[in-house]
């Protein structure tokens, strides 16, 4: 699960990083203006010795050159064999609630994803909805301690970008690294 957690934070660093120069174009808003973009991209990854399919959504929310909030969507889709086997793991439980969270506590401390909800102005939530483990995490640049979080191994790159990456050229990046925008 931490090659997971890796992977999706090494595919963000790679489309914020392939940019160097900030562009001038764009639509002309408002300064007062809160612009609210969202993109998306579908990609195969390894789970659990598995091929299971992955959504990546990014929405940036940004007003002028200041970010408001950047969130992160991890969707995880599993075959239907591993569906069933989690499925008749929770239904031979008792507490049915509490071997859900069970399962949801060791996806996150298998990768990393717990370690997040440490640092301030990040705020990590996961689910599992019987078809795809679903962590979302939240990045708010108003209270997340810069210093503190670049040694972070998971969001550490990412979030030294938005501290020195303007809004237009993060979402510039993520549309050359395959990202489409969701309308």
């Not at 950047?70 to 591993?82: N, P, Q, R």
């Not at 008749?88 to 997040?116: F, R, S, V, W």
Request: glycine share 8%.
């Amino acid at each position: 699960m931490k090659k997971f957690l890796l992977l999706v934070v090494a595919g963000l660093l790679i489309l914020v990083g392939c940019g160097n120069s900030q562009s001038k174009g764009g639509k002309s808003l408002s300064k007062d203006s809160v612009v609210t973009r969202t993109f998306k991209l579908d990609r195969d990854v390894n789970e659990a010795d598995e091929v299971a399919k992955q959504e990546i959504t990014v929405t940036v929310s940004y007003q002028g050159k200041k970010y408001k909030k950047v969130s992160i969507k991890l969707a995880t889709h599993v075959s239907d064999e591993f569906k069933d086997e989690v499925k008749k793991l929770i239904d031979a439980e008792d507490d049915k609630e509490g071997a859900k969270q069970a399962l949801i506590e060791g996806y996150e401390g298998e990768g990393g994803i717990d370690e997040l909800r440490d640092y301030d102005g990040i705020t990590v939530t996961s689910d599992w909805t019987g078809e795809a483990m679903i962590s979302e995490i939240e990045i708010d640049p108003d209270k997340v301690d810069f210093d503190d979080i670049k040694n972070s191994e998971d969001l550490g790159e990412i979030c030294k970008m938005i501290k020195t990456y303007s809004p237009t050229l993060f979402i510039k990046n993520m549309e050359k690294n395959g990202f489409k925008e969701v309308k």
